[in-house]
């Protein structure tokens, strides 16, 4: 959602002294370590109005923009030395859903913790929205913050854990989709009666997002 031009003044810091009008590699590569220091937004605090209304601040997750530092600075050291005017986005290592954006966006699953709702926005709309239980306040395996992504959507899968007393549970789910690398994701929970409210207060996850078993295939879908 934004563009820049590289100014003559930093072109020119990263061409060689010897007038072969070769790139300096060194200088290439400091430049695009300013422009990921600058861009890249995946370990970045998010603060901004949710589409709930809501003024948020998101730790960082797995979700957002990365530049491949690496494949980048190749690419820019071939652009400068076409002499050509190049228009084009950075090589990015991880992209997030859209357009390059500092927020969120106005796609994305709202999982709020405090009203216990699971909220899908697509293009500012909202279009799925159900009540959810997530991790457990009282035994500490509340639910990570963050802006993640989906990893995967599996159906049909068997969720093994720990209790955390010593004991080892085994959940068989229709529907996953993980969020995280510690094994937190949405699943259906045909073992709750209900969902919502104070529930995750004394009776949470182990930190997954519980999801309603008449409710989960329409999300996973």
């Known amino acids: 959602d934004e563009t ?3 100014p003559a003044e930093d072109l020119a810091s990263m061409m060689k002294d010897d007038m072969s009008g070769k790139a300096d590699k060194k200088a290439v590569k ?8 600058k861009y890249d937004n995946i370990n970045s605090t998010r603060e ?21 530092q690496g494949a980048e600075v190749k690419r820019l050291i071939k652009d400068i030395e076409s002499r050509e005017n190049i228009s084009r986005a950075p090589v990015f290592a991880a ?5 390059y954006t500092r927020d969120m966006g106005d796609t994305y699953i709202d999982v709020d913790i405090s009203t216990q709702e699971v909220n899908f926005y697509k293009d500012g709309k909202l279009t799925f929205s159900s009540p959810c239980v997530t991790g457990s306040r009282a035994t500490g395996t509340v639910t990570d913050v963050g802006a993640y992504y989906i990893l995967n959507k599996i159906r049909n899968v068997v969720l093994r854990g720990d209790n955390g007393d010593g004991t080892e549970y085994e959940s068989p789910v229709s529907y996953w989709l993980g969020v995280n690398w510690t094994g937190e994701g949405f699943h259906d929970a045909s073992w709750r009666g209900s969902f919502g409210g104070s529930i995750w207060t004394y009776n949470g996850s182990h930190g997954c997002i519980n999801m309603p078993t008449w409710r989960m295939p329409e999300l996973y879908e």
Do not use: C, N
Not at 31 to 37: G, I, K, P, Q, R
Not at 48 to 61: E, I, N, Q, Y
């Open 48 to 68: 901004f109005r949710s589409l709930t209304g809501k003024d948020v601040t998101v730790p960082p997750g797995t979700y957002g923009w990365m530049i491949d």
């Open 4 to 6: 820049f031009t590289i």
């Open 95 to 99: 992209t997030g859903y859209g357009e």
């Open 30 to 37: 400091k430049y695009v370590a300013s422009l990921a220091e």
